[in-house]
C-alpha cells in the first residue's frame, strides 16, 4: 500500500514536472525553464524546429571543449572500438542486441527506463552528443542552466531538465548488466556526507574557459572508467605479507561504488603470484579469478555465497611439479553484512567487501611477487591488462 | 502561483523518486523482499532440495495430466533452465496481463536434465497450450534429450518448431540421436531406418531420408499423426495472457528479455501474429518505439502473408529505428513485393532507413532491386556509400563490385571489413576463416579465398 502512494506520488510529480519543465513550450509567464522563452527563442525560427544538427561533430564549433572531451572517451568508440567488435561478432547475431546501447538514437526518444533503439548511421560517433542531449522536440537538454544572455541565441535551442542528471539515464544500458543495482547495495547509494552517484565518479566536475574569458564549471565528458588505469588503480587495495612458506593477501574493493569488477560479463580481476624459486626463471600462477562468469559457463559456481564464507582450494604450479594452497575468506563490507551478490555464479566482490587470502607456497620458493590484473575480457593477455598492483616479498 | 506549486510538487515527486531509487536494493520494498512467487507447496514440492533427484521427479510425472494453472504453474518452473530462461513468468494480480518477469538466476536446481525432461512429459501430458512458450524456448535447452521432447510436445500442441531441432540432433552423440529417432518416428508414424549404433554411413543415409521427410511435408500437405491444433488466439485465456505479456517484454529493459521474447515469438510463428498486431497497437498507445522495434524483428521470421501486412505498417512507423528494422525483416522476407516496397522506402527522410531499405534491397536481388539500389542518392550518411556498394554486390551476385567490396575485407577500421564479411559469407556460404581481429596478411588469405569462391 505505501509503495502504491509513493509510486503514485512519484507518477503525479514525475509527470507534472515532465509536463511544466520539458514537454510544454515555455511561455515566459513564470519562473522555471519558462522564464528566458522570449529571450531565447532565436529569431525567424519557431521553438518547434527541429535542431539544425545531424552529428556531433556540429556541436563541436560552440563546445570544443566538451567535444574533444566526448571525442577521446569510450562513448564515442562505443561501435568502432576493435574489442567491441570481437566480442560482440560485429554486432551480427546475438551481438545485433548489443547494437542499441553501443549505436544509440536519443535516450528521450524511448525514455527513461526503457532500453534506447539503434541508429544504424553515424557510426563513427557511437554513443554521441544526441544520444543524452537531443529532445526531439528540438532541443539541446541540459542538467542546469542558465538559458538567458548568449545561450538564448544559441542555434541548439537549450532547455533544462534536472532529470539529465539522474541516473535514469544511464541505466537503460548500463543497468542492462547490474551496475546499478549493485551500487544501490553500497555505502555511496546512501544520502548524507558519502553519497556518490554515477556522475560523481564519472563525470567528476572540471573547469573550463568560458566564451567571456572567465572559468565555467561543468561536468567531464571523457567518462574515466575501466579504460582509464588511473581510475582503475584507485579501485582496489592490496595488502600482503609473507612469513616463511605463509603469505597472508587482501584484496578490498575500497573505491569502486559497483561490484569489482562490474557487472559487465567481460570484465576480470586476477590475483597472480610469481614465484621465484632462484632458478632464475619467472613461475607465473593464477591463484583468483573474480567476475561475473557467461551465461553459458554452465560448471561456474560461487564458492562464496554468503558473507563470511571460506573455502579451500590446490592450484598446480605445473612447471614446479608442486602445489599452492589457498584459503579464501567472504569479509562482508561493514554497511551491509549480509549483502549477496546479484547472480549466484558470480565471484565478483561486492563495494566495500574484502577477500582474504591465506596462501601457502610451495617449497623452495624464496620470494613471491603479488599481482592483480584488470582485464576488459577475461582472454586478454597481460600485455593488453591493466596491472592494478604488484609488490615484491620479501622486500 | 499555481504553476509554482506544480513546479514544487513535481519537485517532491521527484525527491520521492530518488529516495525510493537509492532505498533497500533491487526487488525490495522498504527491506522487505516481495514475496517468492513460486512458494505454493506444489512447486516448492517440485523443487524440494530436501529429497532425492528421483523422488522429485516421480513428483512431476505423477501431476502430468493436471491442466489445472497450478499444476502447469508449477511444472514450467520445474522446466527452468539456465540456458533456455532470462525471465519467469511470476503471477501477479497487480498488473492487467496477470504476470511481472522475474530474472532466473542459476541456483543449482537447474542441474538435472532429466528433472526437465520430465517436466516436459508432464506438461505434454497436460495438454494446456499454456506452456507452450515455454516449451518453445525449450528447444534451447543445454541438453539434447530435453530439446528433443520438447519438440514432442509441441507437435502435440500444433507446432512444428522443433522438428528442425529433432533432425540436427540425429547428428549428435547417442542418447541424444536416439531420441531424436524414437520421437521422430512417433511424430510421422515412419520409419526411416536410423540406427544409433550404426556406423555413420549408414546414419547418415537415414537422415537424409528424415531431411527428405521434412522437406516433403509442405509439398505433400501430410499432417504428421501426432500434430495438433495450432493455437489460435482466444482458445485459452491463461495461454492469452502469458503470450501477450511476452508480446510486452520486447520493449522492457534488458537485452536478454528481449531476446527470450523475440526466440519465443518467432518461434511460435503464424499463432503470434494477432498477439504482435494487438502489440503493436499497444505499444502505439503507450509510446513505447522499443517494442515495435522488437515486433518489427520478429516478423522477419513469420513466414505468412499476414506478417507482411504487419510489416508494411511499421514501416510507416513515427520512429524511424521501427521503420529501419521493418526494411530490414522485409528484407529477409524477401520477393516482389518487398523489393516495391523497400524501392519505396529508399525515400525515407531519415537516412538509417534508407541505409536498411538499401542494405536488404541487396539481400533480396533481382533486376528491379539493382536498378532501385542503381538510383539510390547515397549522400546523406557516411555509412550509406559503402551500404550501397555492398547492396549492389550482393544484388548482382558478387558481379558488381567485387573489388570494391574485397578490398573492404583490409580495410582500415573493422566494422567496414565485418559488414563486407557479413555479406561475402551469405554470397558464398563460407567464411572463408576470416576473422576480424586478425593480421592484415591473415585476411588477405580470406580475400584470396573469397576471389577462388565467386570465380568458381
Given amino acids: ?395 | 502561483m499555481r504553476r509554482r506549486f506544480l513546479s514544487d510538487l513535481a519537485l517532491l515527486g521527484l525527491i520521492v523518486a530518488a529516495l525510493s531509487a537509492c532505498g533497500d536494493g533491487p526487488g525490495t520494498d522498504a527491506g522487505v523482499p516481495p514475496p517468492d512467487p513460486f512458494a505454493d507447496p506444489l512447486t516448492r514440492s517440485l523443487l524440494d532440495p530436501g529429497v532425492s533427484t528421483d523422488v522429485r521427479i516421480e513428483r512431476i510425472l505423477a501431476i502430468g495430466g493436471d491442466g489445472s494453472s497450478g499444476a502447469v504453474h508449477a511444472l514450467l518452473r520445474a522446466l527452468r533452465d539456465r540456458s533456455q530462461a532470462a525471465f519467469l513468468l511470476a503471477p501477479d494480480e497487480d498488473h492487467e496481463l496477470g504476470y511481472r518477469a522475474v530474472e532466473f538466476k542459476k541456483t543449482g536446481d537447474d542441474a538435472y536434465p532429466m528433472e526437465r525432461v520430465a517436466a516436459v512429459v508432464a506438461l505434454e501430458k497436460t495438454g494446456s497450450y499454456a506452456a507452450l512458450p515455454d516449451l518453445l524456448l525449450a528447444l534451447d535447452d543445454r541438453n539434447e534429450v530435453v530439446q528433443n521432447h520438447a519438440a514432442r510436445a509441441l507437435i502435440r500442441l500444433g507446432s512444428k518448431a522443433g522438428i528442425p531441432v529433432l533432425l540436427a540432433n540425429l547428428e549428435k552423440r547417442i542418447l541424444q540421436n536416439e531420441t531424436a529417432n524414437q520421437i521422430l518416428e512417433d511424430i510421422s508414424g515412419e520409419d526411416m531406418g536410423f540406427n544409433p549404433d550404426a556406423g555413420w554411413d549408414l546414419k547418415d543415409r537415414a537422415i537424409r531420408k528424415w531431411k527428405a521427410w521434412w522437406d516433403g511435408l509442405p509439398v505433400s500437405g501430410t499432417r504428421p499423426p501426432l500434430e495438433g491444433r495450432p493455437y489460435q488466439e482466444g482458445s485459452d485465456p491463461v495461454a492469452d495472457r502469458r503470450i501477450a505479456f511476452i508480446v510486452d517484454m520486447l520493449g522492457q529493459m534488458q537485452f536478454l528479455y528481449h531476446e527470450q521474447a523475440r526466440a519465443t515469438l518467432a518461434r511460435m510463428g503464424a499463432p503470434a501474429l494477432p498477439f504482435l498486431r494487438a502489440g503493436v497497437e499497444r505499444a502505439r498507445r503507450s509510446g513505447n518505439a522499443t517494442t515495435r522495434a522488437g515486433i518489427a524483428h520478429v516478423l522477419a521470421h513469420i513466414d505468412h502473408a499476414n506478417s507482411l501486412e504487419l510489416l508494411a505498417d511499421l514501416l510507416g512507423d513515427a520512429h524511424p529505428t521501427v521503420r529501419s528494422r521493418a526494411a530490414e525483416s522485409l528484407g529477409q522476407r524477401g520477393g516482389a513485393v518487398a523489393v516495391r516496397t523497400l524501392s519505396d522506402v529508399l525515400g525515407d527522410p531519415d537516412p538509417a532507413v534508407q541505409l536498411a531499405a538499401v542494405a536488404s534491397l541487396g539481400r533480396v536481388g533481382g533486376d528491379d532491386a539493382i536498378a532501385a539500389i542503381r538510383g539510390f542518392d547515397d549522400s546523406a550518411d557516411s555509412a550509406l556509400a559503402a551500404t550501397k556498394t555492398l547492396a549492389l554486390f550482393e544484388a548482382t551476385g558478387g558481379k558488381e563490385q567485387r573489388e570494391a567490396v574485397l578490398g573492404m575485407l583490409l580495410a582500415v577500421d573493422i566494422p567496414t571489413r565485418n559488414a563486407a564479411h557479413l555479406v561475402l559469407a551469405r554470397l558464398t556460404g563460407d567464411d572463408a576463416g576470416y576473422d576480424a581481429m586478425a593480421a592484415e596478411k591473415d585476411r588477405e588469405r580470406a580475400v584470396r579465398r573469397y576471389r577462388g569462391l565467386l570465380d568458381g
Fill in chain 1, 1 to 395: 500500500m505505501t509503495t502504491k502512494l509513493i509510486g503514485l506520488l512519484v507518477l503525479v510529480g514525475a509527470s507534472t514536472f515532465f509536463v511544466m519543465h520539458v514537454m510544454s513550450p515555455p511561455d515566459g509567464t513564470d519562473g522555471g525553464p519558462g522564464a528566458d522563452a522570449q529571450e531565447w527563442e532565436p529569431p525567424g525560427r519557431s521553438y518547434r524546429d527541429p535542431l539544425p544538427f545531424s552529428k556531433s561533430e556540429d556541436c563541436k564549433g560552440c563546445h570544443p571543449d566538451v567535444w574533444s572531451e566526448w571525442y577521446d572517451s569510450h562513448h564515442r568508440i562505443a561501435y568502432t572500438n576493435p574489442e567491441v567488435q570481437k566480442l560482440s561478432t560485429g554486432f551480427q547475431g546475438k551481438g545485433l542486441d548489443c547494437l542499441p546501447c553501443h549505436l544509440s538514437r536519443p535516450m528521450f526518444e524511448t525514455g527513461f527506463g526503457v532500453r534506447p533503439l539503434e541508429r544504424l548511421t553515424r557510426r563513427e560517433d557511437g554513443v554521441d552528443c544526441f544520444t543524452c542531449h537531443y529532445w526531439p522536440e528540438g532541443n539541446a537538454m541540459l542538467t542546469s542552466g542558465p538559458l538567458g544572455g548568449a545561450a538564448s541565441q544559441a542555434p541548439c535551442q537549450p532547455a533544462v531538465t534536472p532529470s539529465m542528471a539522474s541516473l535514469q539515464l544511464c541505466a537503460p544500458c548500463h543497468n542492462q548488466h547490474k551496475v546499478h543495482e549493485d551500487w544501490k547495495e553500497t555505502r555511496f547509494a546512501v544520502k548524507g556526507d558519502g553519497f556518490k552517484d554515477c556522475n560523481d565518479c564519472h563525470m567528476p566536475t572540471v573547469e573550463r574557459p568560458n566564451a567571456a574569458g572567465g572559468i565555467r564549471r561543468g561536468r567531464s565528458h571523457r567518462f574515466p572508467a575501466a579504460h582509464d588505469p588511473v581510475v582503475l588503480r584507485e579501485a582496489a587495495a592490496v595488502t600482503q605479507s609473507l612469513s616463511a612458506r605463509s603469505l597472508f593477501v587482501t584484496v578490498h574493493n575500497s573505491g569502486v561504488g559497483h561490484n569489482l569488477p562490474s557487472d559487465e560479463r567481460h570484465r576480470a580481476v586476477d590475483l597472480h603470484l610469481v614465484l621465484d624459486t632462484g632458478d632464475g626463471r619467472p613461475y607465473d600462477v593464477r591463484i583468483e579469478r573474480w567476475r561475473n562468469p557467461y551465461r553459458d559457463e554452465f560448471e561456474a559456481v560461487n564458492p562464496l555465497p554468503n558473507p563470511g564464507d571460506a573455502y579451500e582450494k590446490t592450484v598446480t604450479v605445473p612447471e614446479l611439479l608442486a602445489d599452492v594452497g589457498v584459503r579464501v575468506k567472504r569479509v562482508p563490507a561493514p554497511h551491509r553484512p549480509n549483502r549477496k551478490v546479484w547472480y549466484p555464479a558470480s565471484t565478483q566482490i561486492p563495494a566495500g567487501e574484502k577477500r582474504e587470502l591465506s596462501i601457502t607456497l610451495p617449497d623452495g620458493v624464496k620470494a613471491v611477487t603479488v599481482r592483480l590484473w584488470y582485464r576488459t575480457n577475461p582472454f586478454q593477455p597481460d600485455k593488453d591488462a591493466v596491472l592494478l598492483h604488484e609488490k615484491t616479498l620479501p622486500e
